[in-house]
């Protein structure tokens, strides 16, 4: 069969391509093993779901109610799970086989968060007890915290676990309707025990928040557990693999030891103890899921974008910029599309590459900790929290763009785009709301003007603060200047300096009072934080290409110079860029910091570095090594042949199916279109 | 029973207001007696559809997957046809009873795109035949135009129409995969006829797209005609109850008398003649969908925006800036929710004025098009486009942070943010792909610059660009200065003036050839237009102030103002403003146009207006007048009676209903739960 018009679009793209796929793969993913491995994982677990022979209409697109999303998370919880046993890997415990967090499964938070919550608050005691069971599968575990009306604010929390002297239990009690646990995946109907998160109460003291094993249903059928109801919150905008459930308690029972007692203790007698030393540590719990979804977040972007690159190589509209060889143009040739696609491209490889570095701060953090040193936490804590906000906002909205630069098809469930921008959605709120996060990393930043201020050291990430240069002082760059690594870097992290010492002026000068300050400056602030996670983005790119591993080419050393000069330059001039002003503005009637020119020549170079990186973005895409069953996307398959594939999907699914064999009709036509049909539906809506 | 902590906020929020809501409720829907009737039509069509009494969880979230949500789209549909009739009126001609545009109907083609497509491009003796049969219902139209290959670029369609002389028929056949008709609401399953549009081929001669009347199902029993095959695209991001459709045609013969001949005539012999004045005409169906589609999406906004201004009063959380009254702060008193509810309000206020001006514009278009006047398409061709992606493109994007700002639950489907997401997602895409709009509206301003130069006349709306202020000298406005509509209106004037010119002069000046020195300029070119369009709202705004009705109270006059100035000055100062680097960008060395200083002064004047407007929040979301069955949503209602409403709602899920009443055990327990737990699943997936 002759190759038609798109798939022949699609060769050409890819063979425009200077660079090595598969060299960048392993760089991705962090060696040629790794990647091959992730890859026969992906394989087996797509071929025991259905899904691998893409031919095949996903069972997502067939089975669409609440009711068979949920069972499909089952299916795919218990695969992964078998896999991973299986071959002995850990692929799928962050992630699903479509990359969403793991939470979207029912079992998600099993290893993330309810063994994690026993490791890092449990005593020597307590985690040999539950932690064999837990890993076993033995026992399924979720953490519940937030509750129906409570959730960044831990201290605020309802739920109470009273203490018994004389049995030596706790009575967990849900006292309102707002304390119901609410949101924990898996709490709807698929774990048997509960991390939960209670105040104590001893007597007339409230002790606050604490942790509680609390045994949910039975695991040999299933059935709840005397006092408790749980249930499913319904369908949501993604997640929905996942039963998000809630749960109350009535004066349910669990004996004194299932107080998880690692940083504070409850005796026999009542008396409670602290050690707030060691309360730190549970800390890194949270640390932990934060740190590790700019990463997740960053890569499910680059599925979007690896969808909505591939439909705009092969799909034609219009006679526009079209080349010599084809009468329509491919809509990546309209420079709207180019420079969208293109700029948020770069901007997933630098948040990729950011990620990275988190990590290994991350790791850093956990082995001081491992010694009692927590002089490191702070930084970290700010880190992840700025980059978590960052990355899950650009992820959302990269990813809604990506749809729409996929016009209508993208807006079908069956592009696979709906699902992923409905996935990203939910990071800007759990795991830490984005906007108590930005403010978290404001109060470290101005903490560290303080310590500056009193002659402190300020912590590595903040280091910048101490520079003796003025950040207001116009930026000197000119011409081909802006391409070098050092100007992007002054200009992102003078911007930064320059929030920052703006915010800390005027909330530590005004004559209000402290909350009220910080308050009617929180739009400063946040954005000081988002320049500071900004500037911390940039230099990760630059910072990951000067250590690139000896063996990488030239070639591609010379292509991720170009991204991350795209991306410090487009979103200095990007129309959509956030606090873009902030690049400009300086103080009182100094000269602005970036002048009407130079944002020209910035404007040009980014035209420039497009034009050099088109021939690359298939292979840019490509390199994430996403296979077309994990896209689950008929317009972003790897071969291109976009409406061969559509309409093969389109003609299996089961409302046009049943419709066809009722001899094209449609089951509702007796019940409401034929009435209208023979009732006289006289319009009188005139226009 | 006692009034519930919610209960009280919300009482509280709502009495704080200065206005009296019922007077705005009037001016926006145009008189006290409109919304009076407005009002009872959505309670007798909410009545029908079971939806009136918002204890019962609705079927939306009962009922889920792509068929049910087809299902409960028939039946809306016949419902509110019904009642049109019934009652003589017009408020579901364009929208659904949860404020869709009524392309999520099934039927939702009928009287906005099918009747009109008829009125606009058919002879007299065509109107004669259909309309009636149209209007009628005894017939039931849908309009396609877009093709699975093709959408923005008609000229690029490929179904065709093949004239066959011996037989007085055309021939319609879809020749190709992308050929297959894609998108158009109804196709799949709900119309008997279709308004579709083909190519004329006579001999060996293609006369280009026509449109051709097509009977594509029996109005008998809903069997396809012979040699048509239609089906349903599937699930979508929105708009599910509509069966949005594809169809191919194998030679599928009609009458020559089908094709719409008012522009253009296919005569018995094969001679084909065009009126090219007249075919002017066919561009008012599409600008009469385009038209209406601003004031449309602003509402639906609005309903996102009520839904979370009414939960921001009433969700509580943290310590932060409380009043005396209450220990947890209410979220909207957090500077950052406070400021991103208010400004997205205060936008929304002025695109539904806008949308007002331009529906006028268009009338007047109409009235002088009926007299064969067509010197005014222009303006309002690049008005409506320009207003539609415009609105299109916040609304979505303002509705997504309003989801945001209600946190996780704002993520369930029960909040009704999700469904109202979904909906305006589609906005940037249908009726004319927002890009490509956006490049028509700076062709048009080129243009008038080009006539400028010329000595010619320009167009109204672009009257500015006529006047010989300089638009890069610096604005001199100081302190409460920005609060006067004219130094508003000159800001954005000046910006929307400075790109066009800057846009001209690249575009003209350039040694390309003008397809790529276009593509090059391509960014700054939709800058142009969108600043274009921004001042048009602004001044839009200015005016609907400056010509209230008489008997507007000073009170609403008052907060009306400050509402406008907040829009202005907002958007000047927002982080999340687009192109907000051409609010101070100049020209060479000129300053900026507006100065840092002034930047804080407008800062600092926008924060005292949301002070100024924070009491009357809950009063500027009421008066939309949405019932609580339009919001569809637990949080949202109007008695603020969030935590109560949801569990309600969850409490009646089928989900947890069935899993109740089999012992609280979910029957996917038993698959995929108890294997693992029996199954010795060892997690060796360390962390």
Same mark, same amino acid.
């Given at each position: 069969m002759a190759e038609n018009q798109q798939v022949a679009l699609m060769r050409k793209a890819r063979a425009s391509a200077s660079i090595d796929t598969q060299e960048l793969t392993s760089l991705l993913w962090g060696s040629e093993r790794i990647a091959n491995e992730r890859r026969a994982a992906f394989e087996r677990v797509e071929k025991a779901l259905g899904t691998y022979d893409t031919t095949k209409l996903p069972r997502r697109y067939s089975e669409t109610s609440r009711e068979d999303q949920f069972e499909q998370g089952l299916e795919m919880g218990k695969v992964c799970l078998n896999?991973?046993?299986?071959?002995?890997?850990?692929?799928?415990?962050?992630?699903?086989?479509?990359?969403?967090?793991?939470?979207?499964?029912p079992f998600g938070h099993k290893a993330i968060l309810f063994e994690p919550s026993i490791e890092h608050n449990g005593t020597p005691e307590q985690k040999a007890k539950w932690?064999? =069971?837990?890993?076993?599968?033995?026992?399924?575990?979720?953490?519940?915290?937030?509750?129906?009306?409570?959730?960044?604010?831990?201290?605020?929390?309802?739920?109470?676990a009273t203490f018994d002297n004389d049995a030596d239990e706790f009575v967990i009690n849900s006292p309102t309707i707002s304390s119901n646990k609410f949101w924990p995946a898996g709490l709807g109907f698929s774990t048997t025990h509960g991390a939960v998160m209670a105040r104590l109460i001893v007597?007339?003291?409230?002790?606050?928040?604490?942790?509680?094993?609390? /045994? =949910?249903?039975?695991?040999?059928?299933?059935?709840?557990?005397?006092?408790?109801?749980?249930?499913?919150?319904g369908l949501k905008l993604g997640y929905n693999e996942a039963d998000n459930g809630f749960a109350s308690f009535d004066h349910v029972r669990i004996p004194r030891s299932h107080m998880l007692m690692a940083h504070s203790q409850l005796a026999r007698n009542g008396t409670f103890t602290k050690d707030p030393l060691r309360a730190k540590l549970s800390y890194s719990v949270m640390l932990l899921v934060r740190s590790k979804m700019p990463g997740i977040f960053s890569v499910q972007l680059a599925q979007a974008l690896t969808i909505a690159t591939r439909y705009s190589v092969v799909r034609q509209q219009g006679l526009g910029p079209a080349d010599a060889l084809n009468i329509e143009a491919t809509i990546i040739q309209y420079k709207h599309q180019h420079f969208r696609l293109l700029s948020l491209l770069s901007k997933t490889?630098?948040?990729?590459?950011?990620?990275?570095?988190?990590?290994?701060?991350?790791?850093? =953090?956990?082995?001081? /900790?491992?010694?009692?040193?927590?002089?490191?936490?702070?930084?970290?804590?700010? =880190?992840?929290?700025?980059l978590k906000a960052y990355v899950t906002s650009e992820a959302v909205g990269g990813a809604e763009d990506a749809r729409k630069m996929c016009g209508g098809h993208g807006y079908m469930a069956t592009s696979g785009l709906p699902d992923i921008i409905g996935a990203l959605a939910g990071g800007a709120t759990f795991e830490g709301e984005n906007y108590v996060l930005w403010q978290q990393v404001g109060r470290h930043l101005l903490k560290q003007?303080?310590?500056?201020?009193?002659?402190?050291?300020?912590?590595?990430?903040?280091?910048y603060l101490a520079g003796l240069n003025n950040p207001n002082e116009a930026c000197t760059a000119q011409g081909e200047q802006f391409l070098v690594p050092d100007a992007q870097l002054i200009i992102f992290r003078d911007r930064a300096h320059r929030l920052v010492l703006k915010a800390h002026a005027v909330v530590r000068a005004t004559g209000k009072s402290p909350v009220d300050a910080w308050n009617e400056h929180m739009i400063l602030l946040i954005s000081a934080s988002r320049a500071h996670t900004e500037y911390f983005i940039v230099k990760s790119f630059h910072e990951t290409?000067?250590?690139?591993?000896d063996h990488t080419s030239s070639g591609l050393r010379d292509i991720l110079k170009k991204i991350c000069s795209l991306f410090a330059l487009s979103t200095i001039i990007n129309p959509g860029s956030v606090d873009a002003l902030s690049f400009v503005e300086t103080s009182g009637d100094l000269p602005p910091y970036l002048s009407s020119p130079q944002l020209d020549?910035?404007?040009?170079?980014?035209n420039g570095l497009l034009n050099q990186l088109l021939p690359e973005a298939i292979v840019l895409t490509d390199a994430w090594d996403f296979s077309d069953a994990s896209l689950c996307s008929a317009i972003g398959m790897y071969d291109g042949n976009v409406y061969e594939n559509i309409m093969r999907w389109v003609e299996q699914l089961p409302i046009n199916k049943n419709a066809w064999e009722n001899s094209g009709v449609q089951k509702g036509w007796k019940n409401w279109v034929d009435p209208i049909l023979k009732g006289n539906v006289e319009g009188k809506a005139k226009l």
């Open positions: 896999d991973m046993v299986a071959f002995d890997h850990e692929h799928f415990v962050w992630i699903t086989p479509r990359y969403n967090l793991v939470n979207a499964s932690l064999p =069971l837990a890993r076993a599968g033995k026992i399924l575990g979720t953490y519940a915290q937030t509750e129906l009306g409570h959730g960044s604010f831990v201290r605020g929390i309802e739920t109470i007597g007339d003291e409230d002790y606050g928040p604490h942790i509680f094993l609390i /045994q =949910l249903r039975s695991v040999e059928d299933g059935s709840p557990m005397t006092g408790i109801k749980m249930g499913d919150v490889y630098a948040m990729f590459f950011a990620s990275r570095i988190c990590d290994g701060e991350y790791n850093k =953090l956990r082995e001081m /900790q491992s010694k009692n040193d927590h002089s490191f936490l702070p930084s970290v804590h700010a =880190l992840t929290a700025g003007l303080d310590r500056l201020q009193d002659g402190d050291t300020v912590e590595p990430h903040a280091q290409i000067s250590s690139l591993p020549n910035i404007r040009s170079l980014a």
